[in-house]
């Protein structure tokens, strides 16, 4: 049953998760809508996550407003260990590849701007960076970087996207540089 595993040994749990979605669900491969807190509430509850970071990252669609953008000028320890109870909501992030309600790019030859985005940032991170700043970094690329080339739809050229990050993180994640 998905999150039931044994947990204890590891740090943290990571998943992603690139398909189709709408307004609060996502679609399974075989087109069946699956809502949101129905996968990621088992692992909020398992005992062995419990004070360890849940990370889901999330490719799809949130609805089908276009984001046509907007023209701008812009410039490019705690304290010691004690037991203690912690809510069962603690240590989940889910970073979305778009903003509720909208629709979510890929490129016919690169795929999905918020994975292209996150992985060119991670790859090129020093590991002394804390997740947010990794996510923070990410949007910034999406948002300023990309823009949908269609042209022969007038609807959604030029579109934009903005990624959205929702957090009860109660320390700092971050990735070691990888050799």
Not at 29 to 35: A, R, V
Not at 123 to 143: H, I, M, Q, Y
Request: aromatic share 12%.
């Amino acid at each position: 049953m998905m999150g039931e595993e044994d947990y204890t040994q590891d740090d943290c749990f990571v998943c992603w998760i690139l398909t189709h979605g709408d307004s609060g669900c996502l679609y399974t491969s075989d087109g069946e809508q699956l809502i949101e807190d129905k996968f990621i509430s088992p692992f909020r509850k398992n005992k062995g996550l419990l004070g360890k970071p849940k990370l889901f990252f999330i490719q799809a669609c949130r609805g089908n407003i276009v984001d046509k953008g907007q023209t701008v000028v812009i410039d490019i320890s705690d304290s010691s260990s004690r037991i203690c109870r912690i809510p069962t909501q603690a240590d989940l992030l889910v970073a979305y590849s778009t903003f509720p309600g909208y629709l979510s790019w890929l490129g016919t030859d690169n795929g999905s701007w918020f994975v292209q985005a996150f992985c060119y940032v991670l790859k090129n991170s020093t590991g002394s960076e804390d997740l947010f700043a990794l996510l923070t970094k990410a949007s910034r690329f999406v948002a300023i970087k990309y823009e949908a080339n269609t042209p022969d739809n007038a609807f959604t050229r030029g579109a934009k996207q903005m990624p959205y990050v929702t957090s009860t993180l109660t320390h700092c994640v971050r990735f070691p540089k990888m050799p």
